[in-house]
């Protein structure tokens, strides 16, 4: 399984960091979680155009997490992305009225061409997005949050939460996973509810033991932070890396 960050911000713009998108590579499919703004045009760099999607995850309907939808629906229109199977959209509560609104302001351009279209909203529940087994929960950020547990056909797993406070519900997500996939927002000092800061990750991790974390989602705040060292004085052990946009991470099957 391979994971390819398209984008490793927030709804800030910078220079470096686009808003958040996140391609799950296995074998024969390939899960786009998340389209910020942008996100179309990384993912074609890393050779991947819509029309290879199994399938979309969407964590939550802020644009940040949801700008670039309409940008690959659009692209999807074109006869040359033809696609057989249907495309589904897996999310949260809600994703049917904002794909029902889209539609009804722009028409069939945002119609695929040679399949249907479906959102299917869900608050807890498994699906198979091509050979991944997903399952997903609500996590505490917006009326219309899930984060989602992916594991490949080689029984690589992993866990993205989207944007989250500490919450049952996110432990459960990343037990024992191979990477957890998780939003820094804030930093220490700022204790508002709804996001991650390396206190609240450390103790997510603590309770999940990961086995690896991959920090993202970064405001300009917490991008300028030692993120892996923060978390090792508040007691984590586990590896921890710091997402950059266009990153790419193999993952190995377990050897069990
Ligand atoms: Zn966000
Ligand atoms: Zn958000």
Redesign the pocket.
Known sequence: MQIVVLGSG??LASKSRGP?GYLVRSMDSVLLMDCGSGTLQRMARSGVVPVDLAGIFISHA?L??IGDLTAILFMLHLPEQERADDLLIHAGPGMGKILEGLQGVFGEWLTPSGCALHALEHQEGRFEVGELLCEVRPVQHHSSSIGIRVRGADGCTVAYLG?TDLCDEAVELCRGVDLAIMECSLTDDDDRPGHLNPKRIAELARRAKPEGLLIS?LYPETAELDIPALLESHGCRIPAAVAFDGMGIAIDPPAH
């Open positions: 927030c709804a958040a802020h940040d997490h944007d989602h």
